[in-house]
T-cell receptor
Framework: GENVEQHPSTLSVQEGDSAVIKCTYSDSASNYFPWYKQELGKRPQLIIDIRSNVGEKKDQRIAVTLNKTAKHFSLHITETQPEDSAVYFC??????????FGSGTRLLVRP | DTAVSQTPKYLVTQMGNDKSIKCEQN?????MYWYKQDSKKFLKIMFS???????INETVPNRFSPKSPDKAHLNLHINSLELGDSAVYFCASSQDGAGGSNEQFFGPGTRLTVL
C-alpha cells in the first residue's frame, strides 16, 4: 500500500549549521509533497510544498528537492536557528483527498 | 478569526464512555479530515469528507463515527472508548478538487485521555 518513510527520526545540529531530512514514497502516482512543522503542543503547519512537475523549490532558508525517478524528496534548512527546533513531517498525495505522512523527524538546534 | 477550530481542547474520560469532538472551519474549504496522532507523534488519517460526503475511511473501527452536517463542520463521535483511543485528534481542511491536493490547515487538536 501507500507508504512514506522518513529519516532520520532525530537530528541534532549546531545553530548556523544545515539540516537535511529525507523521505521516500512508494506510490509512483503521488504528485504533491508538502512538509509540515509541528512545535511542541501545537498544530502541524505547512512550511513548504512541491508538486511533481518541479524538481526544486526554495523559500528563504528552506528548500525542498524532488527526485521522481528515485521516489524521494528532501527538506533542506540552512543557517538553522533555535526556533527551527520542532518535529518535521513529510507527506505525499496523489490527489485523492488523502495525505500519507512520514513518521516525523525531531530536529534540535543547539544554541 | 480562527481558521480551523476544535472543541474541546482536552478530554479526559473513563473506558466505555461515549464522547464527541467538534470541528469547524471558516475558510470556505470543501474538504475536511480527521487525523489521529499517537504518543510516538505518528500522524495518521482517519477520515476525509468532501462536500459532506465521506471519501476516505482508513479502516477505522466503527466505534468512530464522523458526521458532517454541512461543509464547514465535521464532528467525530466515539463510542465505547478504549485505552488505545488515547491520542491527540486533529481536524483539518483543504480546498482539494479533482485536480489535486492543496495545503491542509489543521485545528489546534484535542488531547483525549481514556482512563
Amino acid at each position: 500500500g501507500e507508504n512514506v518513510e522518513q529519516h532520520p527520526s532525530t537530528l541534532s545540529v549546531q545553530e548556523g549549521d544545515s539540516a537535511v531530512i529525507k523521505c521516500t514514497y512508494s506510490d509512483s502516482a503521488s504528485n504533491y509533497f508538502p512538509w509540515y512543522k509541528q512545535e511542541l503542543g501545537k498544530r502541524p503547519q505547512l512550511i513548504i510544498d512541491i508538486r511533481s512537475n518541479v524538481g526544486e523549490k526554495k523559500d528563504q532558508r528552506i528548500a525542498v528537492t524532488l527526485n521522481k525517478t528515485a521516489k524521494h524528496f528532501s527538506l533542506h534548512i540552512t543557517e538553522t536557528q533555535p526556533e527551527d527546533s520542532a518535529v518535521y513531517f513529510c507527506a505525499a498525495s496523489r490527489g485523492s483527498y488523502k495525505l500519507i505522512f512520514g513518521s516525523g523527524t525531531r530536529l534540535l538546534v543547539r544554541p | 478569526d480562527t481558521a480551523v477550530s476544535q472543541t474541546p481542547k482536552y478530554l479526559v474520560t473513563q473506558m466505555g464512555n461515549d464522547k464527541s469532538i467538534k470541528c469547524e472551519q471558516n475558510l470556505g474549504h470543501d474538504t475536511m479530515y480527521w487525523y489521529k496522532q499517537d504518543s510516538k507523534k505518528f500522524l495518521k488519517i482517519m477520515f476525509s469528507y468532501n462536500n459532506k460526503e465521506l471519501i476516505i475511511n482508513e479502516t477505522v473501527p466503527n466505534r468512530f463515527s464522523p458526521k458532517s452536517p454541512d461543509k464547514a463542520h465535521l464532528n467525530l463521535h466515539i463510542n465505547s472508548l478504549e485505552l488505545g483511543d488515547s491520542a491527540v485528534y486533529f481536524c483539518a481542511s483543504s480546498q482539494d478538487g479533482a485536480g489535486g491536493s492543496n495545503e491542509q490547515f489543521f485545528g489546534p487538536g484535542t488531547r483525549l485521555t481514556v482512563l
